[in-house]
């Protein structure tokens, strides 16, 4: 015995790293390798001796050169040639492992040959694809998908049918993948693929379950553009019970519950239910529900999961996919477990009572070891759950929520807030539960989660604003988060003076004036000024609060101060507050004097009243002022109202977080503080500058808005010319960007001509370019005048380039010909009423529509040849031009056609018109189009007539 362990202390002692070698450390036998004594070893590939007698020596010279390829030491054309030459010799060799080598490196060398030197091997591979080994036929399939092209695969094509009903499974499997993947390559191979589909069909009928699953695969693959092709194949596998693979039956599964998806959401689908729909409809719910039934619980589960995800299926036909989850959240296996808690839980958003007799099993998963099915457990419950459990559900949350990590806690945080906009009678004890949580241990995001919730709550739930300031007030106490502090503090000062007694909350926020750092102490500064701005009674104590930040160390938190206690000083000379006698009697029918400031109050207007647009507009908008010519030269007054309309410009993928975070509750400026840091600011290039660079242009005047380039012919053609349209109060200049692609000519005074009928619109002049090299783009502009007497109308204007050629030798630039004139066609251009219209938005678009009143409101009602409401709604607004508001710019996700949706524009007409808009998009039950109420309001009712108009 004690020999044997010392025999194992002398192997360990051969493999122990040395001490001073780092932890981990691996020494590999391919470490130190070197290109050029692989390629000296590779060599033996040519000695027919060598390949016989030492084949394990030749696997590893492959196994080295498959390392150095796939570590970056890439071997050049003639040495990757040399090589594969080499390695081609090795098929006289009958040595199994090493032939598996040597199909492996044809697969990973043969992108890097030249195709003429890869053709040599194919004759080797199709004498293998032809032999009786298995092996050795399964391999060769895999490595001739992977080399031949199209020409070769239809010398080949009747070997690989022969295949893929071959009675060997790896030989049918091999043909079928390496079919899948010649499908995918080029529209040449698929078809040929396309020609073998009575093959693939037979192979469906193969003992092998794997052979039936690439088969199923492939069909699919052949047949999936085709509708009725995919309906039928459907039908028939269904129907014929032939399938005895689960994997195949899964698939099988997939693609019904897709063909009935596509049946209701491209409008097809007949009544509400599908058993009652069409004949499709209700053979393939049947094929469902009998899949749940099926002794695999592969297939079970792939059927219920289809069936839950069915549009606007009917509690009746849900029932049996919910009965076999219920079993399967039981089941013993913890994977079988957490895909059914998954799917459950996914089908308690669209129908909770459906998954509410499953609360018994749900409750006992909250103990459950995994706690990825406990979480979900707990969130489906939330969702489920009666007004009656909540208590006890919570009790059961704390005890687990200490035990988690913060991302499974930041979910049930989201359920919790979900669950008190069902419940909100009770928002005291789900709030208070939060709160507890935010003196507890946790990170960053998750207590953010927590703010956030409580934040939305208020704004959803109002009940909620008094006990969730107090909760928030607490937790600010001793919160190391700077951002949560500084969120809070301004929920704070926008909602504190609000509530019944805004005393209570001066203590929280001074504290922090104190305590805390330079951040925290200024937006205390700030929010203390609204305290006093809003509430006269409590003006003389916070000034005197206010005073002691007169000499903070910090320059922001001393300027508010300073701004705050000289404006409050003001207001409390010019509007002293009065004290109403506490012994007087109070009158019955009076209503007490509520404590506001009155009108024309400077402290209210001053530290109150925003900005009427944001710091980065007025930022573009100051920029756009400064580089108009002459504008610093002006005596007239700089005013917002003076200052150029600058337009939106959202970023796509910053609007969609913002919409997918607004559900849950998150704070728009906190969001973009945290993606402002983690992006980096794009300089928007102002489209007029190449306007005010003309001085004739300049001339004009400012330019009010410029549109995004219009293509006016296509990318591959010759010339390309793109169009910029920058609009004037009386004019409209054409920006024309031509760009020669012709290598030999020189286009020279290139301008566009472009006529139309119209009433509105006359051109006035052009300027061409001058010279167009190959490879160039320059501008030509066309001015057309505006009859601001006629109201706005659309008009097509037929474009011509006109330019003269100069031939050119391509090498040396010189010129070879005399100029010569030509023409060349363009698509029309059109100046419609929402080239006129500046996207801007409004902070309020409640209070701005009221403000407009409805003295010039038009109403007009439209029938749009729309299928889907999302593309109503987008038309509707590229028709008007206008900014969406509010978050109504894009239908949330599921709700598209359940309900009428409300469309907020905003938008700034030639002139500084400010036109609001309300567009009802309502989806018609028959299918046959989209229905539009719309309503326009602005102070000309001219302009609120013409952009009414818009929509065709």
Known sequence: MNNLLSEVQNTLDKFKLEDDAPPGDYYSPYANLEKAAVLQEARCFHDPTAVRENPRKCCTVIAQLLHLTNTGQYLNSAEATEVFFGVTKLFMSDDASLRRMVYLFIKDVAETCDPDDVIIVTSSLTKDMTCDVDLYRANALRVLARIVDAAMLGAIERYVKQAVVDSSGQVSS???????????????????????????????????????????????????????????LVTQFSQRNTLKSPLALVLLVRYTAKLLNDEVTEGRASGTSFQNGSTFARSGYAFLDASLRHKSEMVVYEAAKAICALPNIEPQELSPAVNVLQLFLSSPKPAVRFAAIKTVSQVAVGHPRMVSKCNEDLEGLISDANRSIATLAITTLLKTGSENSIDRLLKQISVFLSEIPDEYKITIVRSLQRLCLTY?????????????????????????????????????????????????????EDCEFTMLSTQILHLLGELGPGTPAPARYIRFIYNRVILENSAVRAAAVAALSKFAARCPSLRTSIVTLLKRSLDDEDDETRDRASVAVSVLKDAMEEFPYVAPDEDAE????????????????????????????????????????????????????????????????????LANAAEADEGMGVDAALMAAVAGGEKEEKEIVDPAAAVYAIPELASLGRVFRSSIQTELSEEETEYVVRCIK????????????????VEDQRLVNCSVAIEGESECFEVAGEISAENIKYGETVNAFTVVTRNPDVPLAPCNFECVLRFGVIQVDPKSGEDESDPFDE????????????DFMAKVSVPDFRQGWEAVGNANEVLEKFALQFKKQDDAVAAVIDFLG???????????????????????????????????????????????????????????????????????
């Open 174 to 232: 091999a043909a079928l993948v390496s079919a899948t993947h010649l499908f995918e390559r080029n529209a040449e191979s698929a078809a040929i693929v396309k020609r073998w589909i009575s093959e693939t069909t037979e192979a469906t009928s193969s003992p092998n379950e794997m052979v039936q699953f690439h088969a199923m695969q492939l069909l699919y693959q052949i047949k999936k553009h085709d509708r009725l092709g995919m309906q039928k």
């Open 424 to 476: 909100p009678a009770k928002h005291r004890v789900l709030v208070g539960f939060l709160s507890n949580f935010l003196r507890e241990e946790g990170g960053f995001d998750f207590k953010r989660s927590i703010v956030n919730s409580i934040v939305s709550l208020i704004k959803q739930v109002p009940e909620t604003t008094e006990s969730s300031l107090l909760h928030l007030c607490e937790f600010i």
């Open 586 to 653: 109070p009158v019955p029918e009076e209503e007490p004097a509520q404590d506001v400031p009155q009108a024309g109050d400077p402290a209210a207007f001053v530290l109150l009243q925003g900005l009427p647009m944001s710091f980065d507009r007025l930022d573009r908008s100051l920029r756009a002022f400064v580089r108009a010519p002459a504008a610093l030269e002006s005596a007239e007054q700089l005013t917002f109202g003076a200052l150029p309309i600058v337009e939106e410009h959202e970023e796509p993928e």
């Open 726 to 741: 920058h609009v004037m109060p009386e004019h409209i200049v054409l920006q024309f960007l031509i760009q020669n692609t």
């Open 823 to 834: 023409e060349y066609p363009l698509e029309e251009l059109e100046l419609a009423t929402s």
């Open 882 to 952: 206008m900014q969406p508001c509010d978050g109504t710019g894009h239908i949330k996700p599921g709700e598209g056609g359940k309900k009428p949706h409300m469309l907020h524009l905003s938008g700034v007409f030639v002139g500084g018109t400010q036109v609001l808009a309300r567009a009802q998009v309502a989806a018609q039950g028959d299918a046959s189009g989209v229905l539009l109420k719309i309503a326009v309001r602005s102070d000309d009712p001219t302009v609120s007539r013409m952009v009414a108009d818009c929509i065709r």
